[in-house]
């Protein structure tokens, strides 16, 4: 398996045996993380080298084209918990296409009735394979519809840490409940989704 820019020039320089990657939060692959970027750690195994030039992994990093890394330092195991345990919410940008056309004031009133509202997200379909399904309590705290035009809208959801927002558009096949699509009466499709800033857990 390929390593990514960041861990294969950070493998290179440390000459570890192996690696872990450690994120704040996740996402489907396809999408984007945009804003102040995700915090992560990478975790080296049996590195033969401790010391290494930070500065030199963002250049190799950033010179990939594909992720972009800035204020690199060096980490801890303490770290690596307290970012597992971390429970920010997030900001996305979502496009949604609907199966027919919905007007704006129909929308509008479709997420003021979701925002605050407790929503039961059973684990997704998609990932039932690999994480234990069950069903979880999240909540929206907002959205805003930045565009709407018939059969596509654009929207900024922000949304507790854990909240599977895919599947808030469209209901999973009623797995998620309420939705968008719920609230609509409309079948909803998320065409895209990227994630505008992680917010202060403070």
């Given at each position: 398996m390929a390593l990514s820019p960041?861990?294969?020039?950070?493998?290179?320089?440390?000459?570890?045996?192996?690696?872990?990657?450690h994120g704040?939060?996740?996402?489907?692959?396809?999408?984007?993380?945009?804003g102040r970027?995700?915090?992560?750690?990478?975790?080296?195994?049996?590195?033969?080298?401790?010391?290494?030039?930070?500065?030199?992994?963002?250049?190799l990093v950033n010179a990939s084209g594909q992720v972009?890394?800035?204020?690199?330092?060096?980490?801890?195991?303490?770290?690596?918990v307290a970012l597992k345990e971390d429970r920010a919410g997030k900001a996305y940008a979502v496009r949604v296409r609907f199966a027919s056309p919905v007007d704006d004031?129909?929308?509008?009133?479709?997420?003021a009735s979701l925002v605050g509202r407790p929503i039961a997200q059973r684990t997704p379909a998609r990932v039932s394979?690999?994480?234990?399904?069950?069903?979880?309590?999240?909540?929206?705290?907002?959205?805003?519809?930045?565009?709407?035009?018939?059969?596509?809208a654009d929207l900024r959801v922000t949304a507790e840490a854990g909240t599977y927002v895919k599947e808030f558009v469209h209901g999973d096949r009623g797995r998620t409940s309420p939705s968008l699509a719920e609230a609509l009466g409309v079948a909803c499709e998320v065409v895209e989704l990227d994630v505008l800033d992680i917010l202060d857990t403070e």
């Open positions: 960041l861990s294969a020039a950070v493998m290179a320089q440390t000459g570890g045996t192996a690696h872990a990657l704040l939060g996740r996402e489907d692959v396809d999408a984007r993380m945009l970027g995700r915090p992560f750690i990478v975790e080296i195994k049996e590195p033969v080298r401790r010391t290494v030039d930070l500065a030199k992994v963002a250049v972009e890394v800035e204020g690199l330092r060096p980490s801890g195991g303490a770290e690596v004031g129909k929308l509008k009133s479709a997420v394979h690999r994480r234990a399904d069950r069903t979880r309590e999240r909540v929206v705290t907002g959205i805003e519809v930045t565009r709407s035009g018939g059969a596509t």
